[in-house]
């Protein structure tokens, strides 16, 4: 048992050594040495821990996806004093990596995304994660919709803002939007979602 939550641990490990390198110089310029040095493991380690650079990649890039779902997970807890609608805001706002602290890891998203674009290995687990926010955004709509919310509605609706929330982190990264600004388009975005016929957020 120990030596398997060393196992696990170790593997978090390379993974963050993976993210601080994507950062710094994009998915390319991550190499196995790179990585083992930053983590100050051997070689021998990462190769035990991973058979190749991709699947390497993969795994960093599910340690990514957890932290930034654990974020959103706890933004949409439900309690008295937080409608659907707001708890809707709050996970588009944690989706699209807007504030000041969430900048590096803006980065290191972007970055896998666009490697998943030539990597169906990376790709796959892309399309889980969205598929997953997209679910949670579309229950949320209905929740929040006055009456019961058509599906199709309820899911083009959810599509539309995850889509808007990823675009604009790329806006803000490359200083076209300020973080300020695109939490304006956020917020216009969510209004008049709430101001479309039949759909109003409960109160």
């Known amino acids: 048992m120990p030596k398997q939550v060393d196992h696990v641990n170790r ?3 390379i993974a963050e050594a ?3 390198l994507t950062d710094e110089r994009g998915l390319e310029g ?4 790179d990585v083992a040095t930053r983590a100050q493991v051997s070689m021998g ?3 035990r ?3 190749t650079k ?7 890039l599910g340690h990514i996806s957890e932290r930034i779902n654990e974020r959103v997970k706890a933004r949409t807890v439900r309690s008295p004093a937080q409608s659907a609608g707001t708890a809707l805001g709050h996970a588009a706002t944690e989706i699209a990596l807007l504030r000041e602290d ?3 890891e803006a980065r290191v998203w972007l970055a896998f995304v666009a490697q998943a674009a030539v990597s169906e ?4 687990p892309l399309k889980a994660n969205y598929a997953a926010l997209e679910e949670t955004f579309a229950r949320l709509i209905s929740e929040a919709a006055d009456g019961p919310a058509v599906l199709v509605d309820a899911r083009r609706e959810a599509r539309a803002l995850l889509a808007l929330a990823d675009g604009l982190t790329t806006h803000v990264l490359i200083g076209h939007l300020t973080p300020g600004e695109a939490q304006d388009v956020l917020h216009a975005h969510l209004e008049n979602l709430w101001e479309r016929p039949g759909r109003r957020p409960e109160s």
């Not at 991709?54 to 960093?60: D, K, R, S």
């Open 102 to 104: 969430h900048r590096a």
């Open 54 to 60: 991709e699947e390497m990649l993969v795994f960093a």
């Open 45 to 47: 380690a990462v190769q």
């Open 49 to 51: 821990c991973f058979r």
């Open 18 to 20: 993976v993210c601080r």
């Open 11 to 13: 593997r978090r490990l």
């Open 30 to 33: 991550v190499t196995l040495r």
């Open 121 to 124: 290995p990376l790709a796959k």
